[in-house]
């Protein structure tokens, strides 16, 4: 993990007495907390023992950003709660051949979507319809500002866990794109 994977927190101190000198020295720890990469797109469990189930798609995954195991449709966390996800396929899939993705434990999303496909006519349609362990997609990269028809089409719909959304960059809209994104995401509030 490099150094820019990490956020520092709060300092803690500690005092100890260092045994034979008679004086007390005061320790200082930095504790770290580790922030995912958003080079790829990522889930972040809240609970370890998960699985991550892909559906229509030949899908790289890895626990560290380095090491990469190919061709998954499911995968089991263990005591991992973070993992990203990567296409293997470099050219643009055909139209209405979407992932779908689903995971069996509450968890978050974020990274940069561009790392599973490209921006083409209903690119990422129905992503993680009715996934009700969804529960926070505010990290999410939706790098383009420009979109194709049905792009994002019900890409949510159904996440009736989801509390927050990505930011939606786009200025640039083509026909039925953002169309029931959010539909029947009852947490949703802005």
Do not use: H
């Not at 320790?27 to 229509?56: C, H, M």
């Not at 689903?102 to 083409?120: D, H, P, Q, W």
Request: proline share 3%; net charge positive; with cysteine.
């Amino acid at each position: 993990l490099t150094a820019s994977s990490y956020q520092e927190l709060a300092d803690r101190t500690a005092t100890i007495k260092v045994q034979g000198i008679g004086t007390n020295v005061i320790l200082t720890v930095r504790q770290k907390a580790f922030i995912p990469s958003n080079e790829y797109f990522w889930i972040k469990f809240e609970e370890t023992d998960g699985t991550v189930n892909i559906e229509n798609s030949n899908i790289s995954y890895s626990f560290d950003g380095d090491t990469w195991v190919n061709g998954a449709k499911s995968i089991s966390m263990g005591k991992n709660k973070l993992v990203y996800l990567k296409d293997l396929k470099t050219s643009l899939k055909p139209i209405y051949d979407n992932i779908r993705i689903k995971f069996t434990k509450r968890a978050k999303v974020g990274g940069n979507i561009s790392s599973l496909r490209g921006m083409e006519a209903y690119g990422f349609r129905y992503y993680f319809e009715n996934n009700t362990y969804l529960t926070n997609a505010s990290a999410l990269i939706l790098p383009w500002t420009t979109l194709e028809n049905g792009c994002y089409y019900s890409m949510f719909k159904g996440c009736t866990s989801l509390v927050a959304a990505p930011t939606l960059p786009a200025t640039t809209l083509a026909q039925y794109c953002y169309y029931n994104m959010f539909y029947g995401c009852i947490r949703l509030v802005s």
